[in-house]
Nanobody, 116 residues
């Protein structure tokens, strides 16, 4: 089982990025997927949002609601996180995650830096 994030980078406030999480080793279409982030300075990992296995339902943290959008492409075994209206406080390493029974499977993360 592998999750690999990509698409991070450095952008100015108000900018946009699209993160991808490519998966392999499991039946992607049968799993809910979540996005998390961890800001610098040893802060705790923060829930960003999730998408259900059907793709029919999404939910977001209040801090990103209306700016971030999660989608998935089951044919490509990939989940996406569209980040719009980025703010300096969105600077973090972004992770995708799924859950196998009692085990959480994480990707390695991708860095997003928002600064002028």
């Amino acid at each position: 089982v592998q999750l690999v994030e990509s698409g991070g980078g450095s952008v100015q406030p108000g900018g946009s990025l699209r993160l991808s999480c490519a998966t392999s080793g499991f039946s992607f279409r049968n799993f809910d997927m979540t996005w998390w982030r961890q800001a610098p300075g040893g802060k705790e990992r923060e829930f960003v949002g999730y998408i259900t296995k059907s793709g029919g339902s999404t939910s977001y943290a209040d801090s990103v609601k209306g700016r971030f959008t999660i989608s998935r492409d089951d044919a490509k075994n990939t989940v996406y996180l569209q980040l719009n209206g980025l703010k300096p406080e969105d600077t973090a390493v972004y992770f995708c995650k799924t859950r196998f029974g009692f085990s959480d499977i994480w990707g390695q993360g991708t860095q997003v830096t928002v600064s002028s």
